[in-house]
């Protein structure tokens, strides 16, 4: 079972940084190589953003060296070090390191595997001097026509703003449950509707001023996910205007209590007990409401 990974690339050992490393610091390839990749390992495991609170002396305990190495490190242009601020960065962290680069990495993974799997699905482009077709655009095939058809390949998912992501899993999750009336959100890729809305200026900010009102919403009979909350541009603002703080009514063709007299017949203890019935069945419904 594969665990926490990092992209290393396989000609590591080649690198002007890395030769520039050796020659600066004296240490054999593997010395340096092995130094690096346990800075990358850790800080995948530690770091958000690719800042760490770290001093020089603590980085060379947990990943070997010494002061001279790390500040040739840095050096090279591999790690930025804030002696004021006591912290380390690893430059260009999103780019290779982050969770959105490992997407982008697994997602060209698959690409290859189903092109290797489907060798003829590209057709070689016409020859530059070919002529264009008489009808500029055909139309559109029948389902007959289509037979036999290669379908495309799945198009690459869009990757929202890391740090705007971030703060929208954390304000969902900070006390989701019962009285939030929310579901709590595991994955730690989201869900595309939160793709599509993140990209909207000013909706982040307006979703974090609606999250907290959901223990209001009393119209959902049950809680909310975070698809549905970020599958309509306006839920978020319905949420703030309140439009979802009453109880929702019955759809037509829905059961509702029976607000009808006692049937003729019905008297004394018979229509006593038939509005007691009526009186019972509604409460309960209204409690399932709530």
């Given at each position: 079972?594969?665990?926490?990974?990092?992209?290393?690339?396989?000609?590591?050992?080649?690198?002007?940084?890395?030769?520039?490393?050796?020659?600066?610091?004296?240490?054999?390839?593997?010395?340096?190589?092995?130094?690096?990749?346990?800075?990358?390992?850790?800080?995948?495991?530690?770091?958000?953003?690719?800042?760490?609170?770290?001093?020089?002396?603590?980085?060379?305990?947990?990943?070997?060296?010494?002061?001279?190495?790390?500040?040739?490190?840095?050096?090279?242009?591999?790690?930025?070090?804030?002696?004021?601020?006591?912290?380390?960065?690893?430059?260009?962290?999103?780019?290779?390191?982050?969770?959105?680069?490992?997407?982008?990495?697994?997602?060209?993974?698959?690409?290859?595997?189903?092109?290797?799997?489907?060798?003829?699905?590209?057709?070689?482009?016409?020859?530059?001097?070919?002529?264009?077709?008489?009808?500029?655009?055909?139309?559109?095939?029948?389902?007959?026509?289509?037979?036999?058809?290669?379908?495309?390949?799945?198009?690459?998912?869009?990757?929202?703003?890391?740090?705007?992501?971030?703060?929208?899993?954390?304000?969902?999750?900070?006390?989701?449950?019962?009285?939030?009336?929310?579901r709590p959100w595991k994955p730690l890729q989201p869900p595309p509707e939160a793709v599509e809305r993140l990209a909207e200026p000013g909706w982040l900010e307006e979703a974090l001023e609606a999250i907290p009102r959901l223990r209001s919403c009393r119209y959902f009979k049950s809680w909310v996910g975070l698809p549905q909350f970020c599958g309509k541009p306006a839920f978020a603002r319905k949420v703030l205007d309140g439009s979802y703080d009453d109880v929702s009514e019955p759809k037509a063709g829905q059961w509702r209590p029976d607000?009808?007299?006692?049937?003729?017949?019905?008297?004394?203890?018979?229509?006593?007990?038939?509005?007691?019935?009526?009186?019972?069945?509604?409460?309960?419904?209204?409690?399932?409401?709530?």
């Amino acid at each position: 079972m594969a665990g926490e990974w990092v992209a290393i690339d396989i000609g590591l050992p080649d690198e002007p940084e890395v030769q520039e490393l050796i020659d600066v610091t004296g240490h054999p390839v593997e010395y340096v190589c092995f130094r690096l990749y346990r800075l990358w390992g850790w800080a995948s495991m530690h770091c958000a953003d690719g800042t760490a609170r770290m001093t020089i002396p603590r980085l060379a305990r947990t990943c070997g060296g010494d002061d001279a190495f790390w500040q040739a490190v840095a050096a090279v242009g591999w790690l930025e070090i804030d002696e004021t601020a006591a912290t380390v960065t690893i430059p260009k962290w999103d780019r290779r390191f982050s969770q959105a680069a490992k997407a982008r990495l697994q997602h060209a993974d698959r690409s290859k595997a189903y092109e290797e799997r489907n060798p003829g699905r590209k057709r070689p482009p016409p020859p530059s001097g070919a002529a264009a077709p008489d009808d500029p655009a055909p139309a559109r095939r029948t389902g007959e026509d289509r037979t036999g058809e290669i379908p495309p390949p799945p198009r690459e998912a869009s990757h929202p703003d890391t740090a705007a992501w971030a703060t929208l899993l954390a304000a969902w999750n900070a006390g989701a449950g019962t009285e939030a009336r929310r579901r709590p959100w595991k994955p730690l890729q989201p869900p595309p509707e939160a793709v599509e809305r993140l990209a909207e200026p000013g909706w982040l900010e307006e979703a974090l001023e609606a999250i907290p009102r959901l223990r209001s919403c009393r119209y959902f009979k049950s809680w909310v996910g975070l698809p549905q909350f970020c599958g309509k541009p306006a839920f978020a603002r319905k949420v703030l205007d309140g439009s979802y703080d009453d109880v929702s009514e019955p759809k037509a063709g829905q059961w509702r209590p029976d607000d009808r007299p006692a049937p003729q017949g019905f008297t004394g203890d018979d229509a006593a007990r038939f509005e007691a019935t009526k009186r019972a069945m509604a409460s309960r419904i209204r409690e399932a409401a709530s």
